[in-house]
């Protein structure tokens, strides 16, 4: 599918705030935050910048962050990095699930003192 006219330009002006952050291609993808409101009337165009320009938005709900909108293969990746996450901490779970908690405590705060003592 063509791009339709969907050229990189700096939306500062039309949306709350704009952030560029490095990506793996080189390209800048933009982060744009926008109020709820803003996200609502403008969904359309939002949808293209995700879709065609792979830029990423946060919608603000009295001014706090409350969803993002990404590209699906951002968040199949995002997705699939959870459920890793998910099985690696049962796993590490399970493995100590016969230890005590006060001793996995007392083993936390030492490594943690360990840790801030070598700095």
Do not use: C, W
Not at 1 to 26: E, I, K, L, P
Request: charged share 30%; glycine share 6%.
């Amino acid at each position: 599918m063509q791009n339709q006219g969907m050229d990189r330009v700096d939306n500062t002006n039309h949306y709350d705030h704009t952030d560029h952050y490095d990506s793996d291609d080189g390209q800048l993808p933009m982060i744009n935050e926008v109020s709820a409101v803003k996200f609502r009337q403008n969904l359309g165009e939002m949808l293209d910048q995700v879709r065609y320009r792979n830029d990423n938005i946060v919608i603000n709900k009295d001014g706090k962050p409350v969803a993002a909108l990404v590209d699906a293969e951002l968040f199949a990746r995002i997705r699939r990095m959870r459920e890793r996450f998910d099985e690696l901490s049962a796993r590490i779970a399970a493995a100590y699930d016969d230890v005590p908690e006060a001793e996995g405590l007392a083993e936390i705060d030492a490594a943690v003192a360990g840790v801030r003592n070598s700095d």
